[in-house]
């Protein structure tokens, strides 16, 4: 049977993602609305970084399980695609994006985050 996905070390989930949510939200809102000629590529990467995690916070809020995993697999593939993009072309990002160097200006934790949500998700109940 599997766990409910809002319990326990979930709930920690939901509320770092929810954090997120206006986090990276709020910065590609900011960097949006006064600079986005300066870097639209990295700024529109951030908004949809934050439109993911908007996802992921009502899908895990909901217990909407399959949804969050298409979610997750969606941030960890932007992260690893970004990441790894940013690392290698860093002129096409003039500014950083939440995604740019694995999530570095954010401590890693976009590049954790979802690896631990996969695993709380496709575990299963003893």
Not at 11 to 19: F, I
Not at 21 to 35: D, E, F, K, M
């Amino acid at each position: 049977m599997s766990t409910p996905i809002g319990t326990g070390p979930g709930r920690a989930l939901l509320a770092v993602y929810g954090l997120f949510s206006v986090a990276a939200g709020s910065r590609a809102t900011v960097q949006i609305l006064q600079r986005f000629d300066e870097a639209p590529l990295a700024y529109s990467l951030s908004a949809f970084a934050a439109a993911v995690y908007v996802v992921l916070t009502v899908a895990l809020a909901r217990g909407a399980r399959r949804l969050a995993l298409w979610a997750l697999a969606i941030e960890l593939a932007g992260v690893l695609v970004i990441g790894t993009a940013s690392v290698v072309r860093p002129a096409a990002f003039p500014d950083e994006t939440v995604w740019s160097v694995y999530g570095k200006g954010y401590l890693f934790i976009p590049l954790v985050l979802p690896i631990v949500g996969l695993y709380w998700l496709l575990r299963r109940r003893r």
